[in-house]
């Protein structure tokens, strides 16, 4: 973009006729169904607070008692003298939360998947990764300068092709396979099982972002990886945020003790940044333990889930293969989504439009999402707004 005026008027003027211009609101309430943004109550379907946690009294409690011990901000980095007692006691619960060595926190998702796979990968090295990863898995890729190729969206048999056309000379190269763990912005599940056994087959690091897995998958919310009954030694690498189900923020990389070391000394993104607050991290720890003790937030929300998915083939509206909290509604067009998402608004039901270049072309859709403090008769508002507009 030149540096002038006309050129940033002209790119905003053809975002909007694009429908493509995004523009901030301004909540004034916490995180909750029913929540006061740009000062009109709306029925919330689009946040990733999936367990209804970060509003959760017992958890501010935490947050407020630490707090008064370590005050608001850490100071400085983990390495000078910003990790404190609270982070340490954080990081030792995810790793036995999640069966592993140890962890290592990180100031939110995108600096943990920067900082890893530049640790990990030197220029030429090998990265494949899923077609639809997050965007930080992507760019972290692109900052690495290893040749990164991606394979179509959870195929197997492409990935194995694009292994097969490795060259003699690059099949000495530090590889490795990366995957969103449950893809954010279609809800379907990666096929992690068959990622660890062509990882092994080719001495591959593998890496699993399941942001939007852990507290909400597994049979005590530890994630799609305990889901699947998959160890360390399965995947190497777990990276996870703190800010969807746990409700608070940040995020963490867990896998072997060596691995979490090895971090410490090169991850840049860790060792050049201040700390998450002590006081996040205390909130956490209680997160952890709710997520554990309350069974029931899984199990509700797995049945608001249900419910949907039925409501919705009763009324005809083609939901995209997902049995997560993520259930988008593909329409095509930017302009079609944008247009649904403002009458749903107009019905007082928040549902976010979400478009390139978030989501490929042609494949802009709606993307509901759900927590574990909606109740059926939040499910049933939404399926009789749908109905009206769709």
């Known amino acids: 973009m030149r540096n002038d005026p006309a050129s940033i008027k002209a790119f905003l003027s053809e975002r909007k006729k694009q429908s493509l211009y ?15 943004i740009d000062g009109k109550e709306c029925l919330n379907f689009c946040s990733n607070d999936y367990l209804g946690l970060a509003n959760h009294p017992e958890i501010i409690t935490s947050f407020k008692t630490a707090a008064d011990v370590y005050g608001v901000g850490s100071g400085a980095s983990h390495l000078i003298n910003g990790h404190s007692k609270e982070h340490q006691k954080l990081e030792d619960a995810i790793a036995e939360f999640t069966g592993r060595d140890n962890a290592l926190l990180f100031s939110n998702g995108y600096m943990a998947n920067m900082g890893v796979i530049n640790a990990l990968l030197n220029r030429g090295d090998l990265l494949f990764q899923d077609r639809l990863n997050h965007a930080s898995l992507i760019d972290a890729g692109l900052l690495s300068k290893a040749k990164m190729q991606r394979y179509q969206h959870n195929d197997m048999n492409h990935l194995l092709k694009l292994y097969a056309k490795i060259s003699e ?6 590889s490795m396979l990366v995957t969103d763990g449950v893809f954010s912005m279609d809800g379907d599940e990666a096929a992690i099982r068959e990622l660890s056994n062509l990882s092994k087959k080719h001495q591959a690091w593998l890496m699993v972002d399941d942001a939007h897995g852990f507290g909400v998958l597994g049979e ?8 699947e009954n998959l160890s360390q030694d399965d ?24 691995l979490i070391e090895y971090l410490k000394q090169t991850a840049r993104t860790f060792i050049y940044t201040t700390a998450l607050p002590s006081s996040i991290a205390a909130a956490t720890l209680t997160s952890l333990k709710i997520i554990q003790n309350d069974t029931w937030r899984r199990e509700h929300l797995r049945a608001l889930i249900s419910r949907f998915k039925s409501g919705a083939e009763q009324l005809e509206i083609q939901l995209m293969p997902s049995n997560t909290a993520i259930q988008p509604i593909v329409v095509g067009s930017t302009a079609k989504a944008v247009e649904l998402s403002n009458a749903l608004e107009d019905q007082n039901i928040l549902v976010t439009a979400i478009r390139p270049p978030t989501v490929p072309d042609g494949s802009s859709r709606l993307r509901v999402t759900f927590s574990a403090n909606h109740t059926f008769d939040h499910v049933d508002m939404l399926l009789s707004a749908l109905n009206k507009v769709c």
């Open 22 to 36: 995004r523009s901030l609101r301004v909540s004034q309430s916490a995180q909750q169904p029913v929540m006061f």
């Open 220 to 227: 005590t919310g530890a994630g799609l990886l305990q889901q």
């Open 169 to 174: 000379e690059d099949k000495s190269r530090n």
């Open 235 to 258: 995947i190497p690498i777990l990276m996870a945020t703190l800010g969807k189900a746990c409700g608070t923020s940040g995020a963490f990389v867990a896998g072997s003790h060596d």
